[in-house]
């Protein structure tokens, strides 16, 4: 077995004997968060996990961690091996908060008996290792507070075997913008018929035939470069995606443009800030997702559409992705306002492709026609009117459940610029 594993097992126990660990699972009931928990089983391992809101939190410890940024992820994990499993907690969240600082940073002004009775609250609600051959064990990891989505990975240890399972899990109270078209019921349980392709070749010539751009809601006019095709599902495009900091987008209601109007004020930065629709398939974007820099006029963003194909079995998303560069004043948006996109849109696609290459799941790659290639010297247009140009090609992105190296990303034989093949210089074309 690995050596650092085994001395992770090491280290872990003894705590275990020192801290008087116990499997016997959290008791604490709160209405809701089981009824929506996800659960994922690996081998004889069934995961169930839930993200608390700031009210469930309130109720479950007593104070208002959420007042902290703090953010309590329930963790549910039965063992039907023949082996004691070990939870790694910074697997949520490398920042996480032990049960006892998170208990002191409620403790200004607390009786000595006031204080106990927070910090064994704290305790007793953690996750407690190991978890026994036939038990269950649950409780909580608090993690830094996130909006709109997190990632929820458990990495669990065991002699001579480790099991990982990402799960993307929707935040309770957030406004999502792709509540709306119910997208991922969609990618689960599709209601329309759909092509699957195992064939390379015949999915390439299905990508190459897809529009060059995103319309507007009548398309009459052509907008941004679909330059991105996403393969892969919730349980392991999505989970790369807010590994690597992307977050999800929220709904243009009232609040949100407060806050937009606000934060571009302010020159504070908004992760969840809203998009303008744009359309493909008749409809506007199924999800969009942003990674946002130090203040809201700058981040990277994308469109994705569900599409009716999947490749080997799993959904393909189209999409568009740009780097915003600033903001303006414009008469094509009912705001008057509108992000100014980096002209260069293959810079954002390449970047977002090395992006992945780090988030641990990505499978394969490579670049297809489809876009037509528009030259700096004539530059084509969008929507609101922002010039940009590109090489035409589209990237093709595949992930997988599994983790890979940068070495096993595969390549797909098609178009391979020098771009694409640095990336994995191992990789056979």
């Known amino acids: 077995m690995n050596r650092i594993v085994m001395q992770m097992l090491a280290v872990i126990s003894v705590s275990c004997i020192v801290a008087g660990c116990s499997a016997v699972p959290s008791t604490v009931s709160i209405p809701g968060y089981r009824n929506r928990a996800v659960t994922r089983i690996e081998g004889g391992i069934e995961v169930s996990t839930a993200v608390l809101s700031s009210e469930e939190s309130a109720a479950a410890y007593g104070v208002p961690l959420a007042d902290k940024k703090i953010q309590p992820v329930w963790i549910e994990v039965r063992n039907r091996e023949d082996r004691n499993y070990f939870l790694l907690s910074p697997g949520l969240d490398p920042n996480f908060f032990p049960a006892s600082e998170a208990a002191e940073a409620f403790t200004d002004n607390a009786s000595p008996d006031q204080r106990g009775d927070l910090e064994r609250r704290f305790r007793s609600l953690a996750f407690h290792n190991p978890i026994r051959p036939g038990a269950m064990v ?20 065991a002699s001579g075997k480790a099991r990982t399972l990402s799960v993307f899990v929707a935040v309770p109270g957030f ?65 790369s995606l807010v590994r690597r900091g992307w977050s999800v987008t929220e709904r243009k209601w009232s609040g949100a443009i407060r806050q937009m109007i606000s934060a571009a004020l302010s020159g504070e930065p908004y992760v969840n800030a809203p998009v303008s629709d744009l359309y493909l398939f008749g409809n506007a974007q199924d999800i969009a997702l942003q990674k946002a820099r130090g203040d809201i006029h700058q981040r990277n963003h994308m469109r994705l559409w569900l599409s009716t194909m999947r490749y080997r079995d799993k959904p393909v998303w189209v999409g568009q992705i740009s780097r915003d560069i600033g903001t303006r004043l414009t008469w094509h948006t009912s705001t008057f306002t ?17 992006d992945m290459a780090y988030s641990q799941n990505l499978m394969k790659m490579g670049l ?60 056979k074309p």
């Open 338 to 354: 509108t992000h100014k996109i980096d002209p260069e849109v293959d810079e954002a696609r390449t970047a977002l492709t090395e």
């Open 368 to 427: 297809v026609t489809g876009v037509g290639a528009a030259q700096q010297g004539a530059p084509r247009k969008n929507l609101t009117t922002d010039p940009y140009y590109t090489d035409g090609y589209r990237v093709v992105l595949v992930f997988d459940h599994a983790p890979r190296s940068l070495s096993e990303i595969e390549v797909f034989p098609w178009i391979t610029p020098y771009k694409v093949l640095h990336l994995t210089p191992g990789a």
């Open 138 to 157: 649950s409780g909580f990891v608090l993690t830094n507070l996130n909006a709109g989505a997190k990632l929820v990975q458990v990495d669990l240890v």
């Open 175 to 239: 406004e999502a913008d792709y509540k709306r078209s119910q997208v991922f019921k969609r990618a689960t349980d599709p209601q329309e018929s759909t092509v699957n392709y195992t064939d390379d070749a015949d999915f390439r010539e299905a990508l190459e035939a897809l529009p060059c751009c995103a319309t507007n809601e009548d398309g009459s006019k052509n907008g941004d470069p679909l330059n991105l095709v996403i393969v892969g599902s919730l349980d392991d495009a999505f989970p």
